[in-house]
């Protein structure tokens, strides 16, 4: 038997980082409209615990599920992907 589950990941962006070792990312998927078949962009929103990486705003990560961290926490920010580029 393997001791690794497959768990669920996500990539989405970074919205706010304000929290305690916590972050929200903002995840987009695009669907398409069931009747008029336009593609929309919907966006959700998950807290992600971070432990070991730091970060920003605007950054690119991937999001992995885990158990219950807190009442709303089920996500862990496993890596960043792209950091942000904030001019100014």
């Known amino acids: ?9 996500l990539i989405g962006k970074v919205v706010s980082s304000k929290m305690q070792s916590t ?3 903002e995840v987009a998927r695009v669907i398409a409209h069931p009747v008029y078949k336009k593609r929309i962009k ?8 971070v432990s070991g990486v730091s970060p920003k705003v605007g950054d690119v990560v991937r999001i992995t599920s885990t158990k219950p961290i807190s009442k709303n926490k089920r996500w862990r920010v496993s890596e960043i992907l792209q950091e942000s580029s904030n001019l100014g």
């Open 23 to 25: 972050v929200s990312v």
């Open 1 to 9: 038997m393997s001791d690794k589950k497959n768990n669920q990941s």
């Open 42 to 49: 919907k966006h959700k929103r998950f807290l992600s615990h």
